[in-house]
């Protein structure tokens, strides 16, 4: 960016700060204002970072701010605020723009910022620099706590953070060029930390448990110290080279030299290039051209092994969201110098401080009081710092913080988290990925250090691991861990590195897993597995079939037996009721609901011949359901009561189904008769290690192996030797070796064998051959084999492939398929063709009934398609219900229901009780919809009602909530809007803690007052007035819209309060997905909605009333000014009259005393009411009584007093 492109203000405040004359910077006397300025400026920066673009481009911090920060830090705010505007200014680009942006302009933009912060991190390499930071940091950690102040506090971590920031900031590799063992840019930042003695604060601050605060700071700013270097190498820095070393240098030199011959020796046996237009023509027979001939080779014969069809094509493109995932870590050797320096920080934090850090962060994170992720620099630190240790001078002291099970379940429980993230969070799949590779980085160092104990010479450190490994592998999570990341390996986000890993980690995970089994002999471990069990739905829920009667004859015979025993204790009137009760009062089932439970109890005493049982059943059960006498009447005779028994005994009662699975079918509609339920179970069983080495017997988990097989060129000798030991456990141990018949793989095979540097690969050259010469033995046999190759295989496959096809259905009886005979078949199909277009029965369970020899339904269904009868199994599955049609009469039947029950509070509950026909009830909701009884699902749901405590309010008032019902109850509101009001405070309540006072609508409306929305009630008022006219002018109704235009009402509709008002009103809330605003419902009546917009009236504006026709001191007015108010107040009452008349709450007929004492006989609470003359003659006459009573249960004529304008 030009310097001329900048902002004119931005411009005049850099020009404010200062000039550097030399080396010396001379600061403007406003230098102070314009640094603040700066930060105002970036504060309030756009979404393309234009100011922080522009001060890179005018290089503000190399030119003014670095010489403000060396060579005037006595100036403390100045130094302070430089501070401040450092951080800001080399905040990493991620951070700013939150994620690599895809849009060319942003992504032009954030390249930019990213040249800018490589450009500070360059300036800030010098010892100059840090020096300032190191001394100011040292002079404010000699501060005790006790003087130290708020400001100091944040000036450490200010500069905690600049430090961070300048080391975040990533290398350019293009423009440095740097080869190992050379100085970077990053390693002159090192050196300049080493030299200014800023590490040994950070040894200080990681150590000192004063300093607490800062421990994540201290450790991230050590993950981004170490960031390219590799653990292992550092702890042998200064050592001189060793002998692995040495080999592995002379291994790799010796392929090269191998290579090279190879390609010497092919070029001398080319011929030469003098004559190759005269090499002739070739006719290659058995290989075809684009036509139906022989192709026809141009060139020399020692070309023709190069050959391809290929040759001379555009390489496919790859699409990008396809692309394998790029190595973002790169490892490299930093200067001599620098990699001493770092040696020794690490050994001196392994000795003094790993072990504080590390429970500090632990306890940080499980506290939650760090940043989201910040637990992956914890994961760094024990991967790199637990390998240094075991690579330099194994002490399993020093890192005893990390090395327990506790850490094992983090580090697994934050792997399982990244990995169910990754498949979720398909966006920053790649994000989540790199997580998950540093929590598998952390769990391959724990399994190395553990195995490193094993071999301690000390006994206590050979117990200790002992014990780590018994729980280890005792726990399922572990074993199943690497099983699970195998399968889900994603190439497109995981890169090689995160394979590399996987594959050495389950290599050493195995190897300890079998040395421990054969150390212990036999081995316990924990196994959870889902049990699946199928459950009967009972539908009709009869008694045994030995039990019930078969017909008339029988019920006959059974009731002349007792009737003889309900003679005798018909008698007794003394019929002990104490031990018999007929609900259950644990049940969830309301008690009012469980009369149909109680008359089927009572008909199975009687079918068991208990019948004082049944009598004494029939008789409490009439005193706890007296209302419509079904159990008889309360003076019901002795011979009735037999009768009654009689006819119950004979009754085909409904049968409902059990609590249990009553309540499961409550929560979820359940169509299928058969439920499958997953329980899991946890038990123990002895280890079996090649039953545990079977699960890696699957094609995902080979074609993974494969995958990094195919990079066997740069993958190290170690990790060569992982990938062909998992293969030969496949193809030796299980022997499985058809499990690796695949064509890549040999091919694979073919360019290992043809290369000339297969001598160093000498164990994976064997393992080929060991493969090729299994498979070509195979295909002796089984000339399939060859087809075979071009498909990834299963288990099953393989042992088809070796043991012969069919082997699997006559391995054993118990998987040998069913034989049917010609007579069966034929039988089966005519029992289909006969019962395939039934109605209301199961094809197969007629089947089932009819056929001679046994079979089961999956037999039968199964054979059915194997027929061509039937397209698919699918075809079969079991519904809810049998029936498939309605019939006319059952419409009606479930109509008439639905109409005698609609006021109940479990409608849908009692017609499953009382229809004939049974139906899920998913069927009977559709059923409903479909015929237009009710509108939407949740007008069938049960509702349950509040017990209040009664209360008595004072003065014989009633409350608003009790005026409100009766209002709406004489104008006959339907009973669905109200039903769904409830239901729907019910779920708007649902998240509040149980025994909480529900409030009252009372309550409602005086909270709503005081809380200032006067306003929105007589909003709401008016709309209700409104609605009504229209509906009076126009003769027809429709649901009427709330909408608020102005911000008082919209904030009064969001309350929650508010709302509860509007639905004890019966204003219906809108639908959801469908509307936004609360309605005024259709079918409320223009008389309904003025009586519900006369009961709104706000107590202020009554209040004014109140205070006009109640005069303040009666005593001391004159006769004329009693006159005067006597006139007024008749005025106001005549006022009010003409309002509640317009609001029909008083009809013409009671203008006179009598109707006004029917009409006015209760008011809300809140309202202001007045007493008439009559009134008082009436409470004269009341107290002259014999009896006198409180003024507070006095029946007074009231008058309601409305205004709906203040002004009146």
């Not at 014999?1186 to 304008?1205: L, Y």
Request: charged residues 30%; glycine residues 4%.
């Amino acid at each position: 960016m030009d310097l001329y492109m900048m902002n004119c203000e931005l411009l005049a405040t850099c020009s404010a700060l200062g000039y550097l004359e030399g080396d010396t910077y001379h600061k403007e006397p406003d230098c102070l204002e314009s640094v603040k300025d700066l930060i105002r400026y970036l504060r309030h920066e756009d979404d393309t970072r234009d100011v922080r673009r522009q001060l890179g481009a005018a290089q503000i911090l190399q030119s003014d701010l670095l010489p403000m920060l060396t060579q005037h830090r006595q100036d403390k705010p100045l130094f302070d605020a430089v501070i401040r505007l450092m951080v800001n200014l080399t905040q990493p680009a991620l951070l700013c723009f939150g994620s690599v942006p895809k849009e060319p302009t942003f992504r032009r933009h954030f390249l930019q910022v990213l040249a800018y912060l490589q450009a500070y991190k360059e300036a800030f390499a010098s010892e100059k620099a840090f020096g300032v930071l190191s001394e100011t940091l040292y002079k404010l950690l000699q501060l005790g706590w006790e003087e130290r102040q708020e400001e100091d506090n944040l000036l450490i971590e200010r500069i905690l953070l600049l430090v961070r920031n300048i080391l975040h900031v990533p290398t350019d590799l293009d423009q440095e060029k740097r080869i190992d063992d050379d100085a970077s840019v990053h390693d002159q930042l090192l050196w300049a930390i080493h030299l200014s003695g800023l590490d040994d604060l950070l040894l200080f601050l990681a150590s000192s448990p004063a300093e607490q605060q800062w421990s994540l700071h201290v450790l991230e700013i050590v993950s981004l110290m170490f960031r390219d270097q590799n653990p292992e190498q550092l702890a042998g820095v200064g050592q001189g080279r060793l002998a692995q070393e040495r080999s592995t240098d002379v291994a790799e030199l010796e392929v090269l030299r191998q290579r090279e011959m190879a390609e010497k020796k092919t070029r001398a046996l080319q011929r030469g290039n003098r004559h190759s237009r005269f090499g002739g023509s070739y006719v290659v027979q058995g290989l075809k051209s684009i036509g139906e001939r022989d192709l026809i080779f141009h060139k020399g014969l020692h070309n023709l092994r190069n050959y391809s069809s290929d040759l001379g094509k555009q390489p496919r493109r790859v699409p990008k969201r396809r692309q394998a995932a790029r190595e973002l870590s790169i490892q490299r050797r930093s200067a001599l110098n620098v990699r001493l320096f770092l040696r020794d920080f690490c050994s001196e934090f392994l000795e003094n401080c790993y072990n504080r850090l590390m429970g500090s962060v632990k306890d940080h994170l499980l506290r939650e009081n760090a940043q989201q992720h910040d637990e992956t620099y914890y994961m760094w630190a024990l991967a790199f710092f637990m390998a240094f240790n075991r690579a330099a001078s194994f002490r399993p002291a020093l890192v005893s913080e990390t090395l327990s099970v506790r850490t094992f379940h983090f580090i697994e429980q934050n792997l399982t988290n990244y990995y169910e993230m990754m498949l979720t969070d398909r966006k920053e799949a790649a994000s989540w990925a790199r997580r998950m590779h540093l929590a598998l980085k952390a769990y391959q160092e724990l399994l190395a250090t553990v195995n490193e104990m094993d071999m301690s010479p000390d006994e206590a450190v050979r117990e200790s691991s002992r014990i780590i490994k018994n729980n280890i592998f005792y726990v399922m999570e572990y074993r199943e861990l690497f099983l699970a990341l195998f399968r889900k390996f994603d190439e497109r986000c995981q890169p090689r590195s995160f394979l590399r890993d996987l594959v050495e980690t389950t290599h050493l995970f195995l190897k300890m897993l079998e040395r421990f089994c054969r150390s212990r002999g036999n081995l316990v471990v924990q196994n959870k597995r889902k049990k699946r069990k199928k459950k009967k739905k009972v539908l009709d829920r009869p008694l045994a079939s030995g039990d019930v009667p078969s017909g008339a004859g029988e019920l006959e015979a059974m009731w002349l037996s007792l009737a003889e025993q309900l003679q005798c204790c018909a008698q007794d009137p003394e019929l002990s009721l104490g031990s018999v009760v007929p609900f259950d009062a644990a049940s969830e089932v309301p008690v009012e609901e469980q009369r149909a439970e109680a008359m089927v109890r009572i008909q199975d005493c009687l079918l068991a011949g208990q019948a004082p049982q049944a009598l004494a059943l029939l008789r409490s059960a009439r005193e706890v359901w007296p209302e419509g006498d079904v159990f008889g009447s309360q003076d019901i005779s002795a011979e009735e009561e037999i009768e009654l028994l009689k006819q119950i005994l004979g009754a085909p009662l409904p049968r409902q189904q059990g609590p249990e699975e009553q309540g499961a079918e409550e929560e979820e509609e359940e169509e299928e008769e058969e439920e499958e339920l997953q329980a899991v179970q946890v038990s123990e069983k002895e280890f079996n290690f090649l039953d545990y080495l079977k699960r890696f017997a699957s094609s995902t988990v080979v074609r993974a192996y494969v995958l990094l097989l195919r990079s066997y060129r740069q993958n190290s000798a170690h990790t060569n030797h992982c990938l062909v030991k998992m293969l030969h456990r496949l193809a030796h141990d299980l022997k499985m070796e058809a499990l690796l018949f695949q064509l890549s793989l040999f091919c694979l095979f073919n360019r290992l064998l043809s290369d000339p540097a297969a001598g160093a690969y000498q164990e994976l050259v064997t393992f080929a051959k060991y493969i090729l010469g299994k498979f070509f033995a195979l295909a002796a046999v089984n000339q399939k084999a060859f087809v075979e190759l071009l498909f990834w295989k299963n288990t099953a496959v393989v042992r088809e492939m070796t043991e012969g096809y069919g082997s699997l259905d006559g391995g054993s009886s118990s998987r040998r398929p069913p034989i049917w005979s010609p007579e069966e078949e034929a039988q089966l199909q005519e029992l289909y063709l006969a019962h395939r277009d039934v109605e209301g029965q199961d094809v197969v369970d007629v089947i089932l009934a009819q056929l001679k020899t046994p079979r089961t339904r999956k037999q039968v269904i199964h054979h059915l398609v194997r027929l061509g009868l039937a397209d698919s199994v699918k075809d079969f599955q079991r519904k809810g219900t049998h029936i498939v049609l309605w019939t006319e009469d059952q419409e009606l039947e479930l109509q008439r229901l639905f109409e005698e029950f609609q006021d109940s509070d479990d409608v849908l509950g009692h017609i499953m009780k009382n229809i004939t026909a049974r139906r899920s009830r998913a069927r009977i909701v559709d059923k409903l919809l479909a015929l237009g009884l009710v509108a939407e699902r949740r007008e069938l749901y049960k509702k349950r009602r509040k017990k209040l405590a009664p209360s008595s309010p004072p003065n014989g008032e009633e409350s608003w909530k009790d005026i409100c019902q009766e209002d709406l109850e004489e104008g006959n509101l339907p009973e669905e809007e109200s039903d769904e009001g409830e239901e729907k405070e019910e779920d708007s309540e649902t998240g509040q803690a149980q025994g909480s006072s529900v409030l009252s609508t009372e309550a409602l409306g005086q909270s709503l007052s005081q809380e200032g929305f006067s306003a929105p009630l007589l909003w709401l008022q008016n709309c209700l007035t409104r609605a009504a006219d229209d509906r009076e002018e126009d003769g027809c109704s429709q649901a009427v819209p709330l909408v608020p235009l102005t911000e008082e009402n919209e904030e009064a509709m969001e309350n929650e309060q508010f709302q509860r008002l509007l639905r004890k009103l019966g204003v219906r809330p809108p639908a959801s997905g469908q509307e936004t605003f609360w309605r005024i419902p259709a079918k409320l009546s223009p008389t309904q909605l003025r009586k519900i917009a006369a009961s709104l009236s706000q107590p202020e504006e009554e209040g004014k009333l109140q205070s006009r026709l109640e005069p303040t001191v009666p005593e001391e007015q004159g006769p004329e000014e009693e006159h005067q108010k006597e006139y007024r107040a008749q005025a106001l009452r005549a006022l009010l009259l003409a309002r509640r008349k317009k609001a029909g709450l008083e009809s013409p007929e009671g203008e006179g005393p009598a109707g006004e004492k029917e009409q006015l006989k209760m008011v809300p609470r809140k309202r202001q009411l007045l007493d008439s003359d009559e009134e008082q003659e009436e409470d004269k006459g009341r107290s002259k009584g014999p009896e006198s009573r409180a003024p507070e249960i006095q029946k007074k004529k009231r008058f309601q007093i409305e205004d709906e304008d203040e002004s009146d």
